[in-house]
C-alpha cells in the first residue's frame, strides 16, 4: 500500500524558511515532487525531482527561493522554502510517480504571515 507522509508545515513570517517533507512507502518512484493549493484557486505545480536527483524543475513563483532534494535510502522528498511571501501560503501536497500512476499525500499547510 502507498503512503505519502508530509511533514513540516507550519506559521512563519514574511521573509523566513520553512522545510517540508514527505516520506513516501510501498514502492519506489520515478520522480517525486510538491504542488500547492491556496484558498479558492486550483492546485498549482511547485517543484519535481527525479529518481536519481539528477534532474529538477521549479515553477517560476518559486525559482530561487525554494529547493527541491530527495533521499532515496529514506524514499523521502524535501523542500526547502526560504525568503517565504504571503502568498506562499497554501495547502501543499507531496506527489509521487510510479509507471505513470499518480500518488498524493494528505497535504501541510503552510501560512506565512505579513
Known amino acids: 500500500q502507498v503512503q505519502l507522509a508530509e511533514s513540516g508545515g507550519g506559521l512563519v513570517q514574511a521573509g523566513g524558511s520553512l522545510r517540508l517533507s514527505c516520506a513516501a512507502s510501498?514502492?519506489?518512484?520515478?520522480?517525486m515532487g510538491w504542488y500547492r493549493q491556496a484558498p479558492g484557486k486550483d492546485r498549482e505545480f511547485v517543484a519535481r525531482i527525479s529518481w536519481s536527483g539528477g534532474s529538477t524543475l521549479y515553477s517560476d513563483s518559486v525559482t530561487g527561493r525554494f529547493t527541491i532534494s530527495r533521499d532515496n535510502a529514506r524514499n523521502t522528498v524535501y523542500l526547502q522554502m526560504n525568503s517565504l511571501k504571503p502568498e506562499d501560503t497554501a495547502i501543499y501536497y507531496c506527489n509521487a510517480v510510479a509507471h505513470s500512476q499518480n500518488y498524493w499525500g494528505q497535504g501541510t499547510q503552510v501560512t506565512v504571515s505579513s
Open positions: 510501498g514502492r519506489t518512484f520515478s520522480s
